[in-house]
Nanobody, 127 residues
Framework: QLQLVESGGGLVQPGGSLRLSCAVSGQTLEHYAMGWFHQAPGKEREGVSS????????NYADSVKGRFTISRDNAKNTEYLQMNSLKPEDTGIYFC????????????????????WGQGTQVTVSS
């Protein structure tokens, strides 16, 4: 049983930064690719970023490239999303997700790829 808990969301002005964390418990993280998803108000949940088991491979949605950075610390069982240059359209709920995989460098931005989800943390970008 895998448990994921997001934290770090809040209210930030356009151009500001936030760092989201996803603490994982229940199993070792080393066999799981991880991802971050964003659900804007009235929109479907969509992939923002993903990171492979080793952390050597990352994947980003075009909308966040150059602004967001995903990382992981397997020793701490934690995934991070550093969000810089935030825009109002980044507003919404951010979910972390995990998928067990035997492919070392696997990443995915697709919802159906993930079987474990956190509860989400709210990010609001507004002046």
């Amino acid at each position: 049983q895998l448990q994921l808990v997001e934290s770090g969301g809040g209210l930030v002005q356009p151009g500001g930064s936030l760092r989201l964390s996803c603490a994982v418990s229940g199993q070792t993280l080393e066999h799981y690719a991880m991802g971050w998803f964003h659900q804007a108000p009235g929109k479907e949940r969509e992939g923002v970023s993903s990171i492979s088991r080793t952390g050597e491979t990352t994947n980003y949605a075009d909308s966040v490239k150059g602004r967001f950075t995903i990382s992981r610390d397997n020793a701490k069982n934690t995934e991070y999303l550093q969000m810089n240059s935030l825009k109002p359209e980044d507003t919404g709920i951010y979910f972390c997700a995990a998928t067990f995989t035997g492919i070392q460098e696997y990443t995915s931005l697709a919802r159906i790829s993930y079987g474990s989800w956190g509860q989400g943390t709210q990010v609001t970008v507004s002046s």
